[in-house]
């Protein structure tokens, strides 16, 4: 049976979940949300350790604009970032403190405590602990769960979005500007799909680290929103700015898992394995706070250099063990079950991939070129992060781009729902389930082509070898998919298939090395107007003094 809603919102991170509070607190829309996992707080937000942005002491929207910029390398939006600078504060206090009372971390008089993470001049970030996203994901959650008109549906998975012309039956829809009316949809226990319409689909489906094999995102980001919205036609740009978050722990056999920059923003300090400060060579100015796509390389760099399987992040001096156990509850556990003790001694840590500063292409209301197709949080990009996000901004862009969206909806009455027979049903292949070894494989063989050649340092052999080993997978994966019954593995294998393919065949056609993306053989040289503005790179050695 088809299902028909108001709005249908895949994906229920911050940005997702704020679309839905603004939409459902506002109008008596009806919205639903779909999220693959059981539990809609599974998301890349729960994982979120370090906080989030808002104006601190003596700060000013102007100094968080610059940071932001000076941050994304010259390729950020100007309008973006001031959006985010005026609107976001503002929706911090209404919604965060004051509606959901999210209890951020204060001092013995009740006053925010401020931290600082790269990048940022001062301290403005509010937390909770190291599990800030967790807090705001669980609140925002349990607030919708409350309203009247929002469903959510659970243990869903989008295959494709119903979009015209592609699904219609009318053949003269080729004319007109392509439009989005819903999704494909399984649902995962039955494996049965079906058309589910909204007169606007919002996605908020996060991002897509796990096409890498080291990453600090959950096992749910694999670029399914991106790689729908590419195979209906949307604008997709800057897919090639991954972001490396520097730190996460190494420990063999065990996942990653992110130590958080707000370690380093309590003081900690980046040592080599032989005790060497090798931040203060690179960055003088800002040490271990220099922005990520810096420290990142420059650990890259080390461990190339000396032949180190990591470094160290030191703790020892910062503060009372007692204080880091209340102050970093998560890190403190997690790396006490895995046998270090930090607050006696040093992190082994590696960068892993972490962020898609790129993404669907919207405007200033997380409005993408398909008409009715909205798109919020990572899976977007509102030109904010340009070629590098700044530290703690990403909850703050999906908290303001979901409210935004939210807000442009409910004003629009334009957005009609399709009628159901306008539609075919999904047809289903006879075939049984794909086998999940050859599932298993295909996905480590992306996973480990795009850390080794696509990672935190790229040239065009490396690229063009991606290129040519993702086509072949591609081709093998969409046979699966087209003769076997589908469920949600296959649906993800060939969505990360086609994420890292965009992402790849944009780092290859990018010859210039910029923030994130960094190029040995960058063929534009240093350029000293550019540098001013934040930075484009010359080739080695891969780092970039900020002016
Ligand atoms: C961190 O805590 O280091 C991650 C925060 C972020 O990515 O903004």
Known sequence: MPLETDILIIGCGISGAAAAYRLATNTSREVTIITRHQEPEESNTRYAQGGIVTLGEGDSEEALIKDIRTAGAGLGLPEAASILAKDGPRLVKHILVKTLEIPFDCNHEGKFLYTREGGHTLPRILHVGDTTGKAIEQALISKLRKLPNVRFLTGYTAVDLITSPHHIRNPLAVYQPISCHGAYVLERKSGNISRFFGKATILA????????????????????????????????????????????????????????EAVRGEGAKLLSPDGRHFMEEVAPKWGDLAPRDVVARAIHHEMLTHGYPYVLLDLSGIMLPEHIQSRFPAIYTRCLELGIDIAREPIPVVPAAHYLCGGILVDEFGRSSINGLYAVGEVSCTGLHGANRLASTSLLEGLVWGYRAGEDISRR??????????????????????DPVLVYQDRQAIQNLMWLYVGLSRNQERLSRALRDLNHLWETIEEFYRTTALNDDLIGLRNMAQAAWIVTLSAWHNKQSRGTHFREDATLQENPSAWNQGGIMGNWPPFREQS
């Open 205 to 260: 489906t996060g991002g897509l680290g796990r096409i890498y094999s080291h990453t600090t995102n959950p096992e749910g980001a694999r670029g399914d929103g991106l790689a729908m919205a590419y195979r209906a036609g949307a604008r997709v740009v800057n897919t090639e700015y991954i972001q490396f978050h520097p730190t996460t722990l190494a420990v063999p056999g065990a996942e990653n898992f992110l130590i958080s």
């Open 413 to 434: 009455n334009d957005l009609k729902i399709l009628k159901p027979s306008m539609v075919p049903p999904w047809e289903a292949a006879e075939a049984p389930f794909p």
